[in-house]
């Protein structure tokens, strides 16, 4: 099993940056994976970013390109969503997920991520 804790979330101003923490734990097989979601009020959740614990390969959605940045601190394990240029549609509930097994490249579909944290708020808002 893997547990997923989120922290950082927040409140912003367009234009500002906010950086999430994601700490993993449990069994490294089944966090092969590691990626950030948003569940943005009237759409469906929608992963923005993932790496891979094996070779730190990432994935950035198209929609969030050039403003955030994902990471891992492997002496912790930790995964990080660095945001920038928020925006307010980018306000929503983030959460990490983790997925199972070894990856090249890690998607940032839902089906593949087993594994949730609870989420944590972005309000980006003048």
């Known amino acids: 099993q893997v547990q997923v804790v989120e922290s950082g979330g927040g409140s912003v101003q367009p234009g500002g940056s906010l950086r999430l923490s994601c700490d993993p734990s449990?069994?490294?097989?089944?966090?092969?994976?590691v990626a950030w979601f948003r569940q943005v009020p009237g759409k469906e959740r929608e992963g923005v970013a993932a790496?891979?614990?094996?070779?730190?390969?990432?994935n950035v959605a198209d929609s969030v390109k050039g403003r955030f940045e994902i990471s891992q601190d492997g002496s912790k394990d930790t995964v990080y969503l660095q945001m920038y240029n928020l925006k307010p549609e980018d306000t929503g509930i983030y959460y990490c997920?983790?997925?199972?097994?070894?990856?090249?490249?890690?998607?940032?579909?839902?089906?593949?991520?087993?594994?949730w944290g609870q989420g944590t708020q972005v309000t980006v808002s003048s």
């Open positions: 997920a983790a997925a199972p097994g070894a990856w090249a490249r890690c998607p940032t579909t839902r089906r593949e991520y087993k594994f």
């Open positions: 449990g069994d490294p097989y089944n966090r092969g994976c």
């Open positions: 790496i891979s614990a094996g070779n730190l390969a990432i």
